[in-house]
T-cell receptor, first 114, second 115 residues
Framework: AQTVTQSQPEMSVQEAETVTLSCTYD???????LFWYKQPPSRQMILVIR??????QNATENRFSVNFQKAAKSFSLKISDSQLGDTAMYFC???????????FGAGTRLTVKP | KAGVTQTPRYLIKTRGQQVTLSCSPI?????VSWYQQTPGQGLQFLFE???????NKGNFPGRFSGRQFSNSRSEMNVSTLELGDSALYLC??????????????FGPGTRLTVL
């Protein structure tokens, strides 16, 4: 079974600085997606970034980028130029190509301080 | 495109009652998945429907059931409610091509409180 581990329950960062959230996963599958979702206090889950396992290039979306290390089964999220609106719970998630059963980590609560 | 919508947004029920939650996916998305989110257990997969058929099911008791209609809208039903069913229920829709799933987009959730 796939498992996703986020080892940092809480993190904080000063506005405009950079922060990295960690995620590791365990799977025997070769075709899968990895995601970072953001859940602000409104509770709406918002897709931040996604990575397909077969792609060696790390995904980037504006201020958000990932460091995908397939052999190490590591998928960290880097947030550059942190903004107050980035304050939220961040969930790392795994999903295989053939199964919509997405597995989530426990989440990291990120606080951006002014 | 309109996003995933869920109704109602909030529900209060008492133990033993049953409840039905509704989810309308993004237009063109035919896969709908349901998740339960609680502080203790985190986000857990309930089930997924595609073309009116349940494709996958998580590890939940039979009190939790669902269905999908021909327009891809989905409903989730919980019978004989227990206090532990209090949670945020999230629905997500995705587009499938060639049997391969794609990114799931979430609705705002239904907050269920069981008294």
């Amino acid at each position: 079974a796939q498992t996703v581990t986020q080892s940092q329950p809480e993190m904080s960062v000063q506005e405009a600085e950079t922060v990295t959230l960690s995620c590791t996963y365990d799977t025997s599958e070769s075709n899968y997606y990895l995601f970072w979702y953001k859940q602000p206090p409104s509770r709406q889950m918002i897709l931040v970034i996604r990575q397909e396992a077969y792609k060696q290039q790390n995904a980037t979306e504006n201020r958000f980028s990932v460091n995908f290390q397939k052999a190490a089964k590591s998928f960290s999220l880097k947030i550059s130029d942190s903004q107050l609106g980035d304050t939220a719970m961040y969930f790392c998630a795994f999903m295989s190509y053939n199964n919509n059963d997405m597995r989530f980590g426990a989440g990291t609560r990120l606080t951006v301080k002014p | 495109k309109a996003g995933v919508t869920q109704t109602p947004r909030y529900l209060i029920k008492t133990r033993g009652q049953q409840v039905t939650l509704s989810c309308s996916p993004i237009s063109g998305h035919r896969s709908v998945s349901w998740y339960q989110q609680t502080p203790g257990q985190g986000l857990q997969f309930l089930f997924e429907y595609f073309s009116e058929t349940q494709r996958n099911k998580g590890n939940f008791p039979g009190r939790f059931s669902g269905r999908q209609f021909s327009n891809s809208r989905s409903e989730m039903n919980v019978s004989t409610l227990e206090l532990g069913d209090s949670a945020l229920y999230l629905c997500a829709s995705s587009f499938l091509a060639g049997g391969i799933t794609d990114t799931q987009y979430f609705g705002p959730g239904t907050r269920l409180t069981v008294l």
